[in-house]
T-cell receptor, first 114, second 114 residues
Framework: NAGVTQTPKFRVLKTGQSMTLLCAQD?????MYWYRQDPGMGLRLIHY???????AKGEVPDGYNVSRLKKQNFLLGLESAAPSQTSVYFC?????????????FGPGTRLTVT | AQKITQTQPGMFVQEKEAVTLDCTYD???????LFWYKQPSSGEMIFLIY??????QNATEGRYSLNFQKARKSANLVISASQLGDSAMYFC???????????FGTGTSLTVIP
């Protein structure tokens, strides 16, 4: 199993450009998440999804959109990139319910907006 | 209010000694889970240990143990017999089971000194 994969691993954008980050998981997990990680800020939740066709806003959703058309994929879109969106983006997935259902993380995407 | 607070930005420990990384949390949900993750310099997030709010005993996983004090809302990670490979960022996280989000602290950078 590949677990959680993210595409691309690195990207440099100019201000105003758009892009889509792809997250894929092969563990049949219901829940998927997008985080951004900035120095000294830990991980902050951008958007999440509790199942195919559903999405919800997290702590820092502004400037991002998401889609979950297939259970295994969760896309994060930046319509008009800004320098403040320079960050490392992590995707994660987990099973629903209570218990030791930890999140499995992808390797991250390092995005720089100039 | 912060859901997860990690007050130690950086910690140093001598190799083979034990170290405690602090974590306090804030929730009114009676059902929740607490997690610790390790992030080495390579960037991936590695799940270490889990404690459920109703678990009577402190969780242990190899050299990792979680000192769970429910009344004080603390979930400190104890690493015994530190190794050089333990040098990394450590994140405490919480999941409230009435919701679907994970909340992360800002992390503690641990350096193991030979």
């Amino acid at each position: 199993n590949a677990g959680v994969t993210q595409t691309p691993k690195f990207r440099v954008l100019k201000t105003g450009q758009s892009m889509t980050l792809l997250c894929a998981q092969d563990m049949n997990h219901e829940y998927m998440y997008w985080y951004r990680q900035d120095p000294g800020m830990g991980l902050r939740l951008i958007h999440y999804s509790v199942g195919e066709g559903t999405t919800a806003k997290g702590e820092v959703p502004d400037g991002y959109n998401v889609s979950r058309l297939k259970k295994q994929n969760f896309l994060l879109g930046l319509e008009s990139a800004a320098p403040s969106q320079t960050s490392v983006y992590f995707c994660a997935s987990s099973r629903p319910g209570q218990g030791t259902y930890e999140q499995y993380f992808g390797p991250g995407t390092r995005l720089t907006v100039t | 209010a912060q859901k997860i607070t990690q007050t130690q930005p950086g910690m140093f420990v001598q190799e083979k000694e034990a170290v405690t990384l602090d974590c306090t949390y804030d929730t009114s949900d009676p059902s929740y889970g607490l997690f610790w993750y390790k992030q080495p310099s390579s960037g991936e997030m590695i799940f270490l240990i889990y404690q459920g709010s109703y678990d009577q005993q402190n969780a242990t996983e190899g050299r990792y143990s979680l000192n769970f004090q429910k009344a004080r809302k603390s979930a400190n990670l104890v690493i015994s017999a530190s190794q050089l490979g333990d040098s990394a960022m450590y994140f405490c996280a919480m999941r409230e089971f009435t919701g679907n989000q994970f909340y992360f602290g800002t992390g503690t950078s641990l350096t193991v000194i030979p």
